[in-house]
Nanobody, 115 residues
Framework: QVQLVESGGGLVQPGGSLRLSCSAS????????MGWYRQAPGKQRELVGS???????NYADSVKDRFTISRDNAKNTVSLQMNSLKPEDTAVYFC?????????WGQGTQVTVSS
């Protein structure tokens, strides 16, 4: 069974930084497109950033120039470096793996940006 396990969430003050990691197991990681999504209370889940199997990246406009997604195929991990965090970044962040018709989700990690 494929597993995606997120870590690194927590409470941070506005302007601070956090780094989320997602570790994948039982998956041919290098062929999957990986993404980070988030869902705030009362809102739909939205794409934050993605990195394809060929290393191309894509970001939501709201996080461009603040967040960076990266992957390490040797370690089966995908990370999200989040800088200059704002209260509106508060959400549960989910890791996603996608290849053809196959898609998997992690359980999510809470990020709270508050003073």
């Amino acid at each position: 069974q494929v597993q995606l396990v997120e870590s690194g969430g927590g409470l941070v003050q506005p302007g601070g930084s956090l780094r989320l990691s997602c570790s994948a197991s039982r998956i041919n990681f290098r062929i999957y497109d990986m993404g980070w999504y988030r869902q705030a209370p009362g809102k739909q889940r939205e794409l934050v950033g993605s990195i394809s199997s060929s290393m191309s990246t894509n970001y939501a406009d709201s996080v461009k120039d603040r967040f960076t997604i990266s992957r390490d195929n040797a370690k089966n991990t995908v990370s999200l470096q989040m800088n200059s965090l704002k209260p509106e970044d508060t959400a549960v962040y989910f890791c996603n793996a996608k290849w053809k018709s196959f898609a998997y989700w992690g359980q999510g990690t809470q990020v709270t940006v508050s003073s």
